[in-house]
Structure formats: structure tokens, C-alpha cells
């Protein structure tokens, strides 16, 4: 079935040290978005890709950074992650800006 | 900024009883959303109105969209317990990129 992957579904880091987490998608959208949500919050966009174009909000700290090497993958990289990291981390997909997005399962990152 | 926002914040009712979940934004829109999040998972997408619709079904739910009040209903009908989650309205804006813009959600509990 196609779909949007990540992995991993949870994921532990000590305070400072860098980490990654990735997205694949099978759907061959053009659109690729990785949000924050914090608990009982709302999802809280961080940036997207349009196709290799990258695009980041305005508020989204410098620690995090992202890479979408080709289509299907897409990757987080938080260089150093601080306790307000801690979070559940949601990769999207859509076939253009604006349309219906399919999530995928999310990971969440603890920060010790 | 939040540009959505949702009424109730939670909502708990019997089991075949209906749910009707509120969403008010403040600009002009492309089109509103409406999502699903079960505890710990990804949102799933349930349903998107254009601005030039007023009313949109699939099965059991019904979506409302009046612009000029700026304010969209999500009803669901003869809930089930698995109905319980949290519910987002989203809005795509006309002068933000296209980009979703998630109101605070309603947490929906439904008692068997």
C-alpha cells in the first residue's frame, strides 16, 4: 500500500547530541512537510520541500535542519537537541501545495 | 500565528449520539480541512471544502463551511467508540503559501 513512512516511531537522545530522523513516502508526491506537535498542541509546521525546492517558516530554529536527497526520502536533523525538542516529529506528503496531506505515523523524540 | 480555532476543546458523549465539533479562522481561504488524530498516531485526513462549497459528506460525516461567518462544522453521526480522537480543522490561506495552518483541535471521547 502506498504510504509515508518513519522510522524510527520513537527515538532517545541525550541533550546536545545530534540526531536524524527520517521519512520515506511510496505516493511520488511532490510535497514533503515535517511538523512539531507537542502534547494536547497543534501540529506546528517546521518546513517543506517542494520537489527540491526548500522552504523554511520564518520561526523554525536554526538546529533544525533538513535534506530531502530524492523523492521518496526526507530527513530532520536536529543538531542539538535541547529538552524543548522533546516532541512528536510528523512527516506529510501532498501532491501540491494546498491539497489533502497523508501523515505518517510519527516519532517521537525524547531528549535526556 | 494559530488561525484556526476549535469549540469545544473536548467533547465527550454516549455512544450513537452525534458529535459536532466547531472551527473559526480569521482570513480568507483556499479551503478548510478537517483531520484526525488518534492518541500517539498521525493525522488522517478526513475531509476537504473548497471556499466555494458550502457543505460536503463522507459517511457518517458532514462538513459545513460558511465564509462569510468564517466558521466551519464537522458533525459525525451515530458515534462509535472508535470514533474517539482528537479532531483539527486546518486552513489553507490565501496569502500564506498554500500552507496548512492547524487550529488547537477537539479531543473527542466516545463512551461505549
Known amino acids: 500500500d502506498a504510504m509515508v513512512i518513519q522510522n524510527p516511531r520513537y527515538q532517545v537522545t541525550q541533550f546536545g547530541k545530534p540526531v536524524t530522523l527520517s521519512c520515506s513516502q511510496t505516493?511520488?508526491?511532490?510535497?514533503m512537510y515535517w511538523y512539531q506537535q507537542k502534547s494536547s498542541q497543534a501540529p506546528k509546521l517546521l518546513f517543506h520541500y517542494y520537489d527540491k525546492d526548500f522552504n523554511n517558516e520564518a520561526d523554525t530554529p536554526d538546529n533544525f535542519q533538513s535534506r530531502r536527497p530524492n523523492t521518496s526520502f526526507c530527513f530532520l536533523d536536529i543538531r542539538s537537541p535541547g529538552l524543548g525538542d522533546a516532541a512528536m516529529y510528523l512527516c506529510?506528503?501532498?501532491?501540491?501545495?494546498?491539497?489533502?496531506?497523508?501523515f505518517g505515523p510519527g516519532t517521537r523524540l525524547t531528549v535526556t | 500565528s494559530q488561525q484556526g480555532e476549535e469549540d469545544p476543546q473536548a467533547l465527550s458523549i454516549q455512544e450513537g449520539e452525534n458529535a459536532t465539533m466547531n472551527c473559526s479562522y480569521k482570513?480568507?481561504?483556499?479551503?478548510l480541512q478537517w483531520y484526525r488524530q488518534n492518541s500517539g498516531r498521525g493525522l488522517v485526513h478526513l475531509i476537504l471544502?473548497?471556499?466555494?462549497?458550502r457543505e460536503k459528506h463522507s459517511g457518517r460525516l458532514r462538513v459545513t463551511l460558511d465564509t462569510s461567518k468564517k466558521s466551519s462544522s464537522l458533525l459525525i453521526t451515530a458515534s462509535r467508540a472508535a470514533d474517539t480522537a482528537s479532531y483539527f480543522c486546518a486552513t489553507v490561506q490565501n496569502n500564506a503559501g498554500n500552507m496548512l495552518t492547524f487550529g488547537g483541535g477537539t479531543r473527542l471521547m466516545v463512551k461505549p
Open positions: 471544502i473548497r471556499s466555494n462549497e
Open positions: 505516493l511520488n508526491h511532490n510535497v
Open positions: 506529510a506528503t501532498s501532491r501540491r501545495r494546498g491539497d489533502e496531506q497523508y
Open positions: 482570513t480568507s481561504i483556499n479551503n
